[in-house]
């Protein structure tokens, strides 16, 4: 970005290249000219702050590895179901964040051989 606008190449242009927003271009040359070369490393986004304590993320991986108890009367889980159960203890979250966490663990329910 830095050296296509040295080169006088117009931010919409960069942008368009690079698959981003002109907001995003300046925001990386104004850090360039604050900082030069050191402002365009070392500084990494903190994104949006976990919204789910880590508790309860452990606690749905944990249900997630053992079978669901009896009194749930089910065979076998899916995040719509975990989603319900969970709300029986009191822990509220919706069944596409426990898809996301277990695709983000690499858990998949639907290849294992047996539930």
């Not at 050296?3 to 931010?11: N, S």
């Not at 360039?32 to 749905?60: A, D, H, K, M």
Request: net charge positive; proline share 6%.
């Amino acid at each position: 970005m830095v050296l296509w606008r040295g080169q006088g190449r117009p931010v919409s242009e960069i942008a368009a290249a690079l698959g981003t927003t002109p907001a995003t271009v300046y925001r990386w040359l104004a850090r360039y000219e604050q900082s030069g070369i050191n402002g365009l490393t070392g500084s990494r986004s903190t994104g949006r702050p976990r919204s789910v304590p880590e508790p309860v993320r452990s606690r749905i991986i944990a249900l997630t590895r053992s079978s669901p108890p009896a009194e749930s009367g089910l065979s076998h889980w899916s995040s719509r179901a975990m989603a319900r159960y969970l709300k029986c203890e009191g822990i509220e979250v919706s069944h596409n964040f426990i898809a996301e966490l277990w695709r983000d663990h690499g858990l998949k329910l639907h290849r294992q051989g047996e539930f």
